[in-house]
T-cell receptor, first 109, second 115 residues
Framework: AQRVTQPEKLLSVFKGAPVELKCNYSYSGSPELFWYVQYSRQRLQLLLRHISRESIKGFTADLNKGETSFHLKKPFAQEEDSAMYYCALLTGGGNKLTFGTGTQLKVEL | DVKVTQSSRYLVKRTGEKVFLECVQD?????MFWYRQDPGLGLRLIYF???????EKGDIPEGYSVSREKKERFSLILESASTNQTSMYLCASSDSGMLDTGELFFGEGSRLTVL
């Protein structure tokens, strides 16, 4: 079965502390994974994609096929990082995204 | 900028009513999607469409139907609204190169309350 698991509903960290948002997936094929973010009162938007191996707003995510994980990391959390984060897996032959349940990140001063 | 517009931001309906949620995109995208967003459940795909008059069931299609008569417009229909359909509904679109980009463009959402 194709599934995306985000075990934490809420993650609270202090400003300047490292952040790791966990994402695990279950997929029989070659996975294409993404992180989406929704800031307060804004639209859901793409943050980064694993295939690009990019760093966006200081966030990175590495695909670990052995552990079937795609954790989102940032070395030093900023207040503006507070948002809802969703991990997503490309499924259905590459025509739709399956999302996880989301993790609310709260960065405290 | 890609613009996905959902016509209603907030709706309150009664049980049994027929509900239409409208979505329009202005970037000539082939693919359009309807998700519902619920706390603790994340985003769940209801229906999607690859092209005009084409539709595919998502993960939770029961109680919903869709219509895509024009490329830019994708409507979600609740034939007989029920209280368990109270939710935030998100429309999204993408172009045919989605396999490469994985990028969906989302609307602002329609919050539906069924009493």
């Amino acid at each position: 079965a194709q599934r995306v698991t985000q075990p934490e509903k809420l993650l609270s960290v202090f400003k300047g502390a490292p952040v790791e948002l966990k994402c695990n997936y279950s997929y029989s094929g070659s996975p294409e994974l993404f992180w989406y973010v929704q800031y307060s009162r804004q639209r859901l938007q793409l943050l980064l994609r694993h295939i690009s191996r990019e760093s966006i707003k200081g966030f990175t995510a590495d695909l670990n096929k052995g552990e079937t994980s795609f954790h989102l990391k940032k070395p030093f959390a900023q207040e503006e990082d507070s948002a809802m984060y969703y991990c997503a897996l490309l499924t259905g032959g590459g025509n739709k995204l399956t999302f996880g349940t989301g993790t609310q990140l709260k960065v405290e001063l | 900028d890609v613009k996905v517009t959902q016509s209603s931001r907030y709706l309150v309906k009664r049980t049994g009513e027929k509900v239409f949620l409208e979505c329009v995109q202005d970037m000539d995208h082939e693919n359009m999607f309807w998700y519902r967003q619920d706390p603790g459940l994340g985003l769940r795909l209801i229906y999607f469409s690859y092209d005009v008059k084409m539709k595919e069931k998502g993960d939770i299609p029961e109680g919903y139907s869709v219509s895509r008569e024009k490329k830019e417009r994708f409507s979600l229909i609740l034939e007989s609204a029920s209280t368990n359909q109270t939710s935030m509904y998100l429309c999204a679109s993408s172009d045919s190169g989605m396999l490469d980009t994985g990028e969906l463009f989302f609307g602002e959402g329609s919050r539906l309350t069924v009493l």
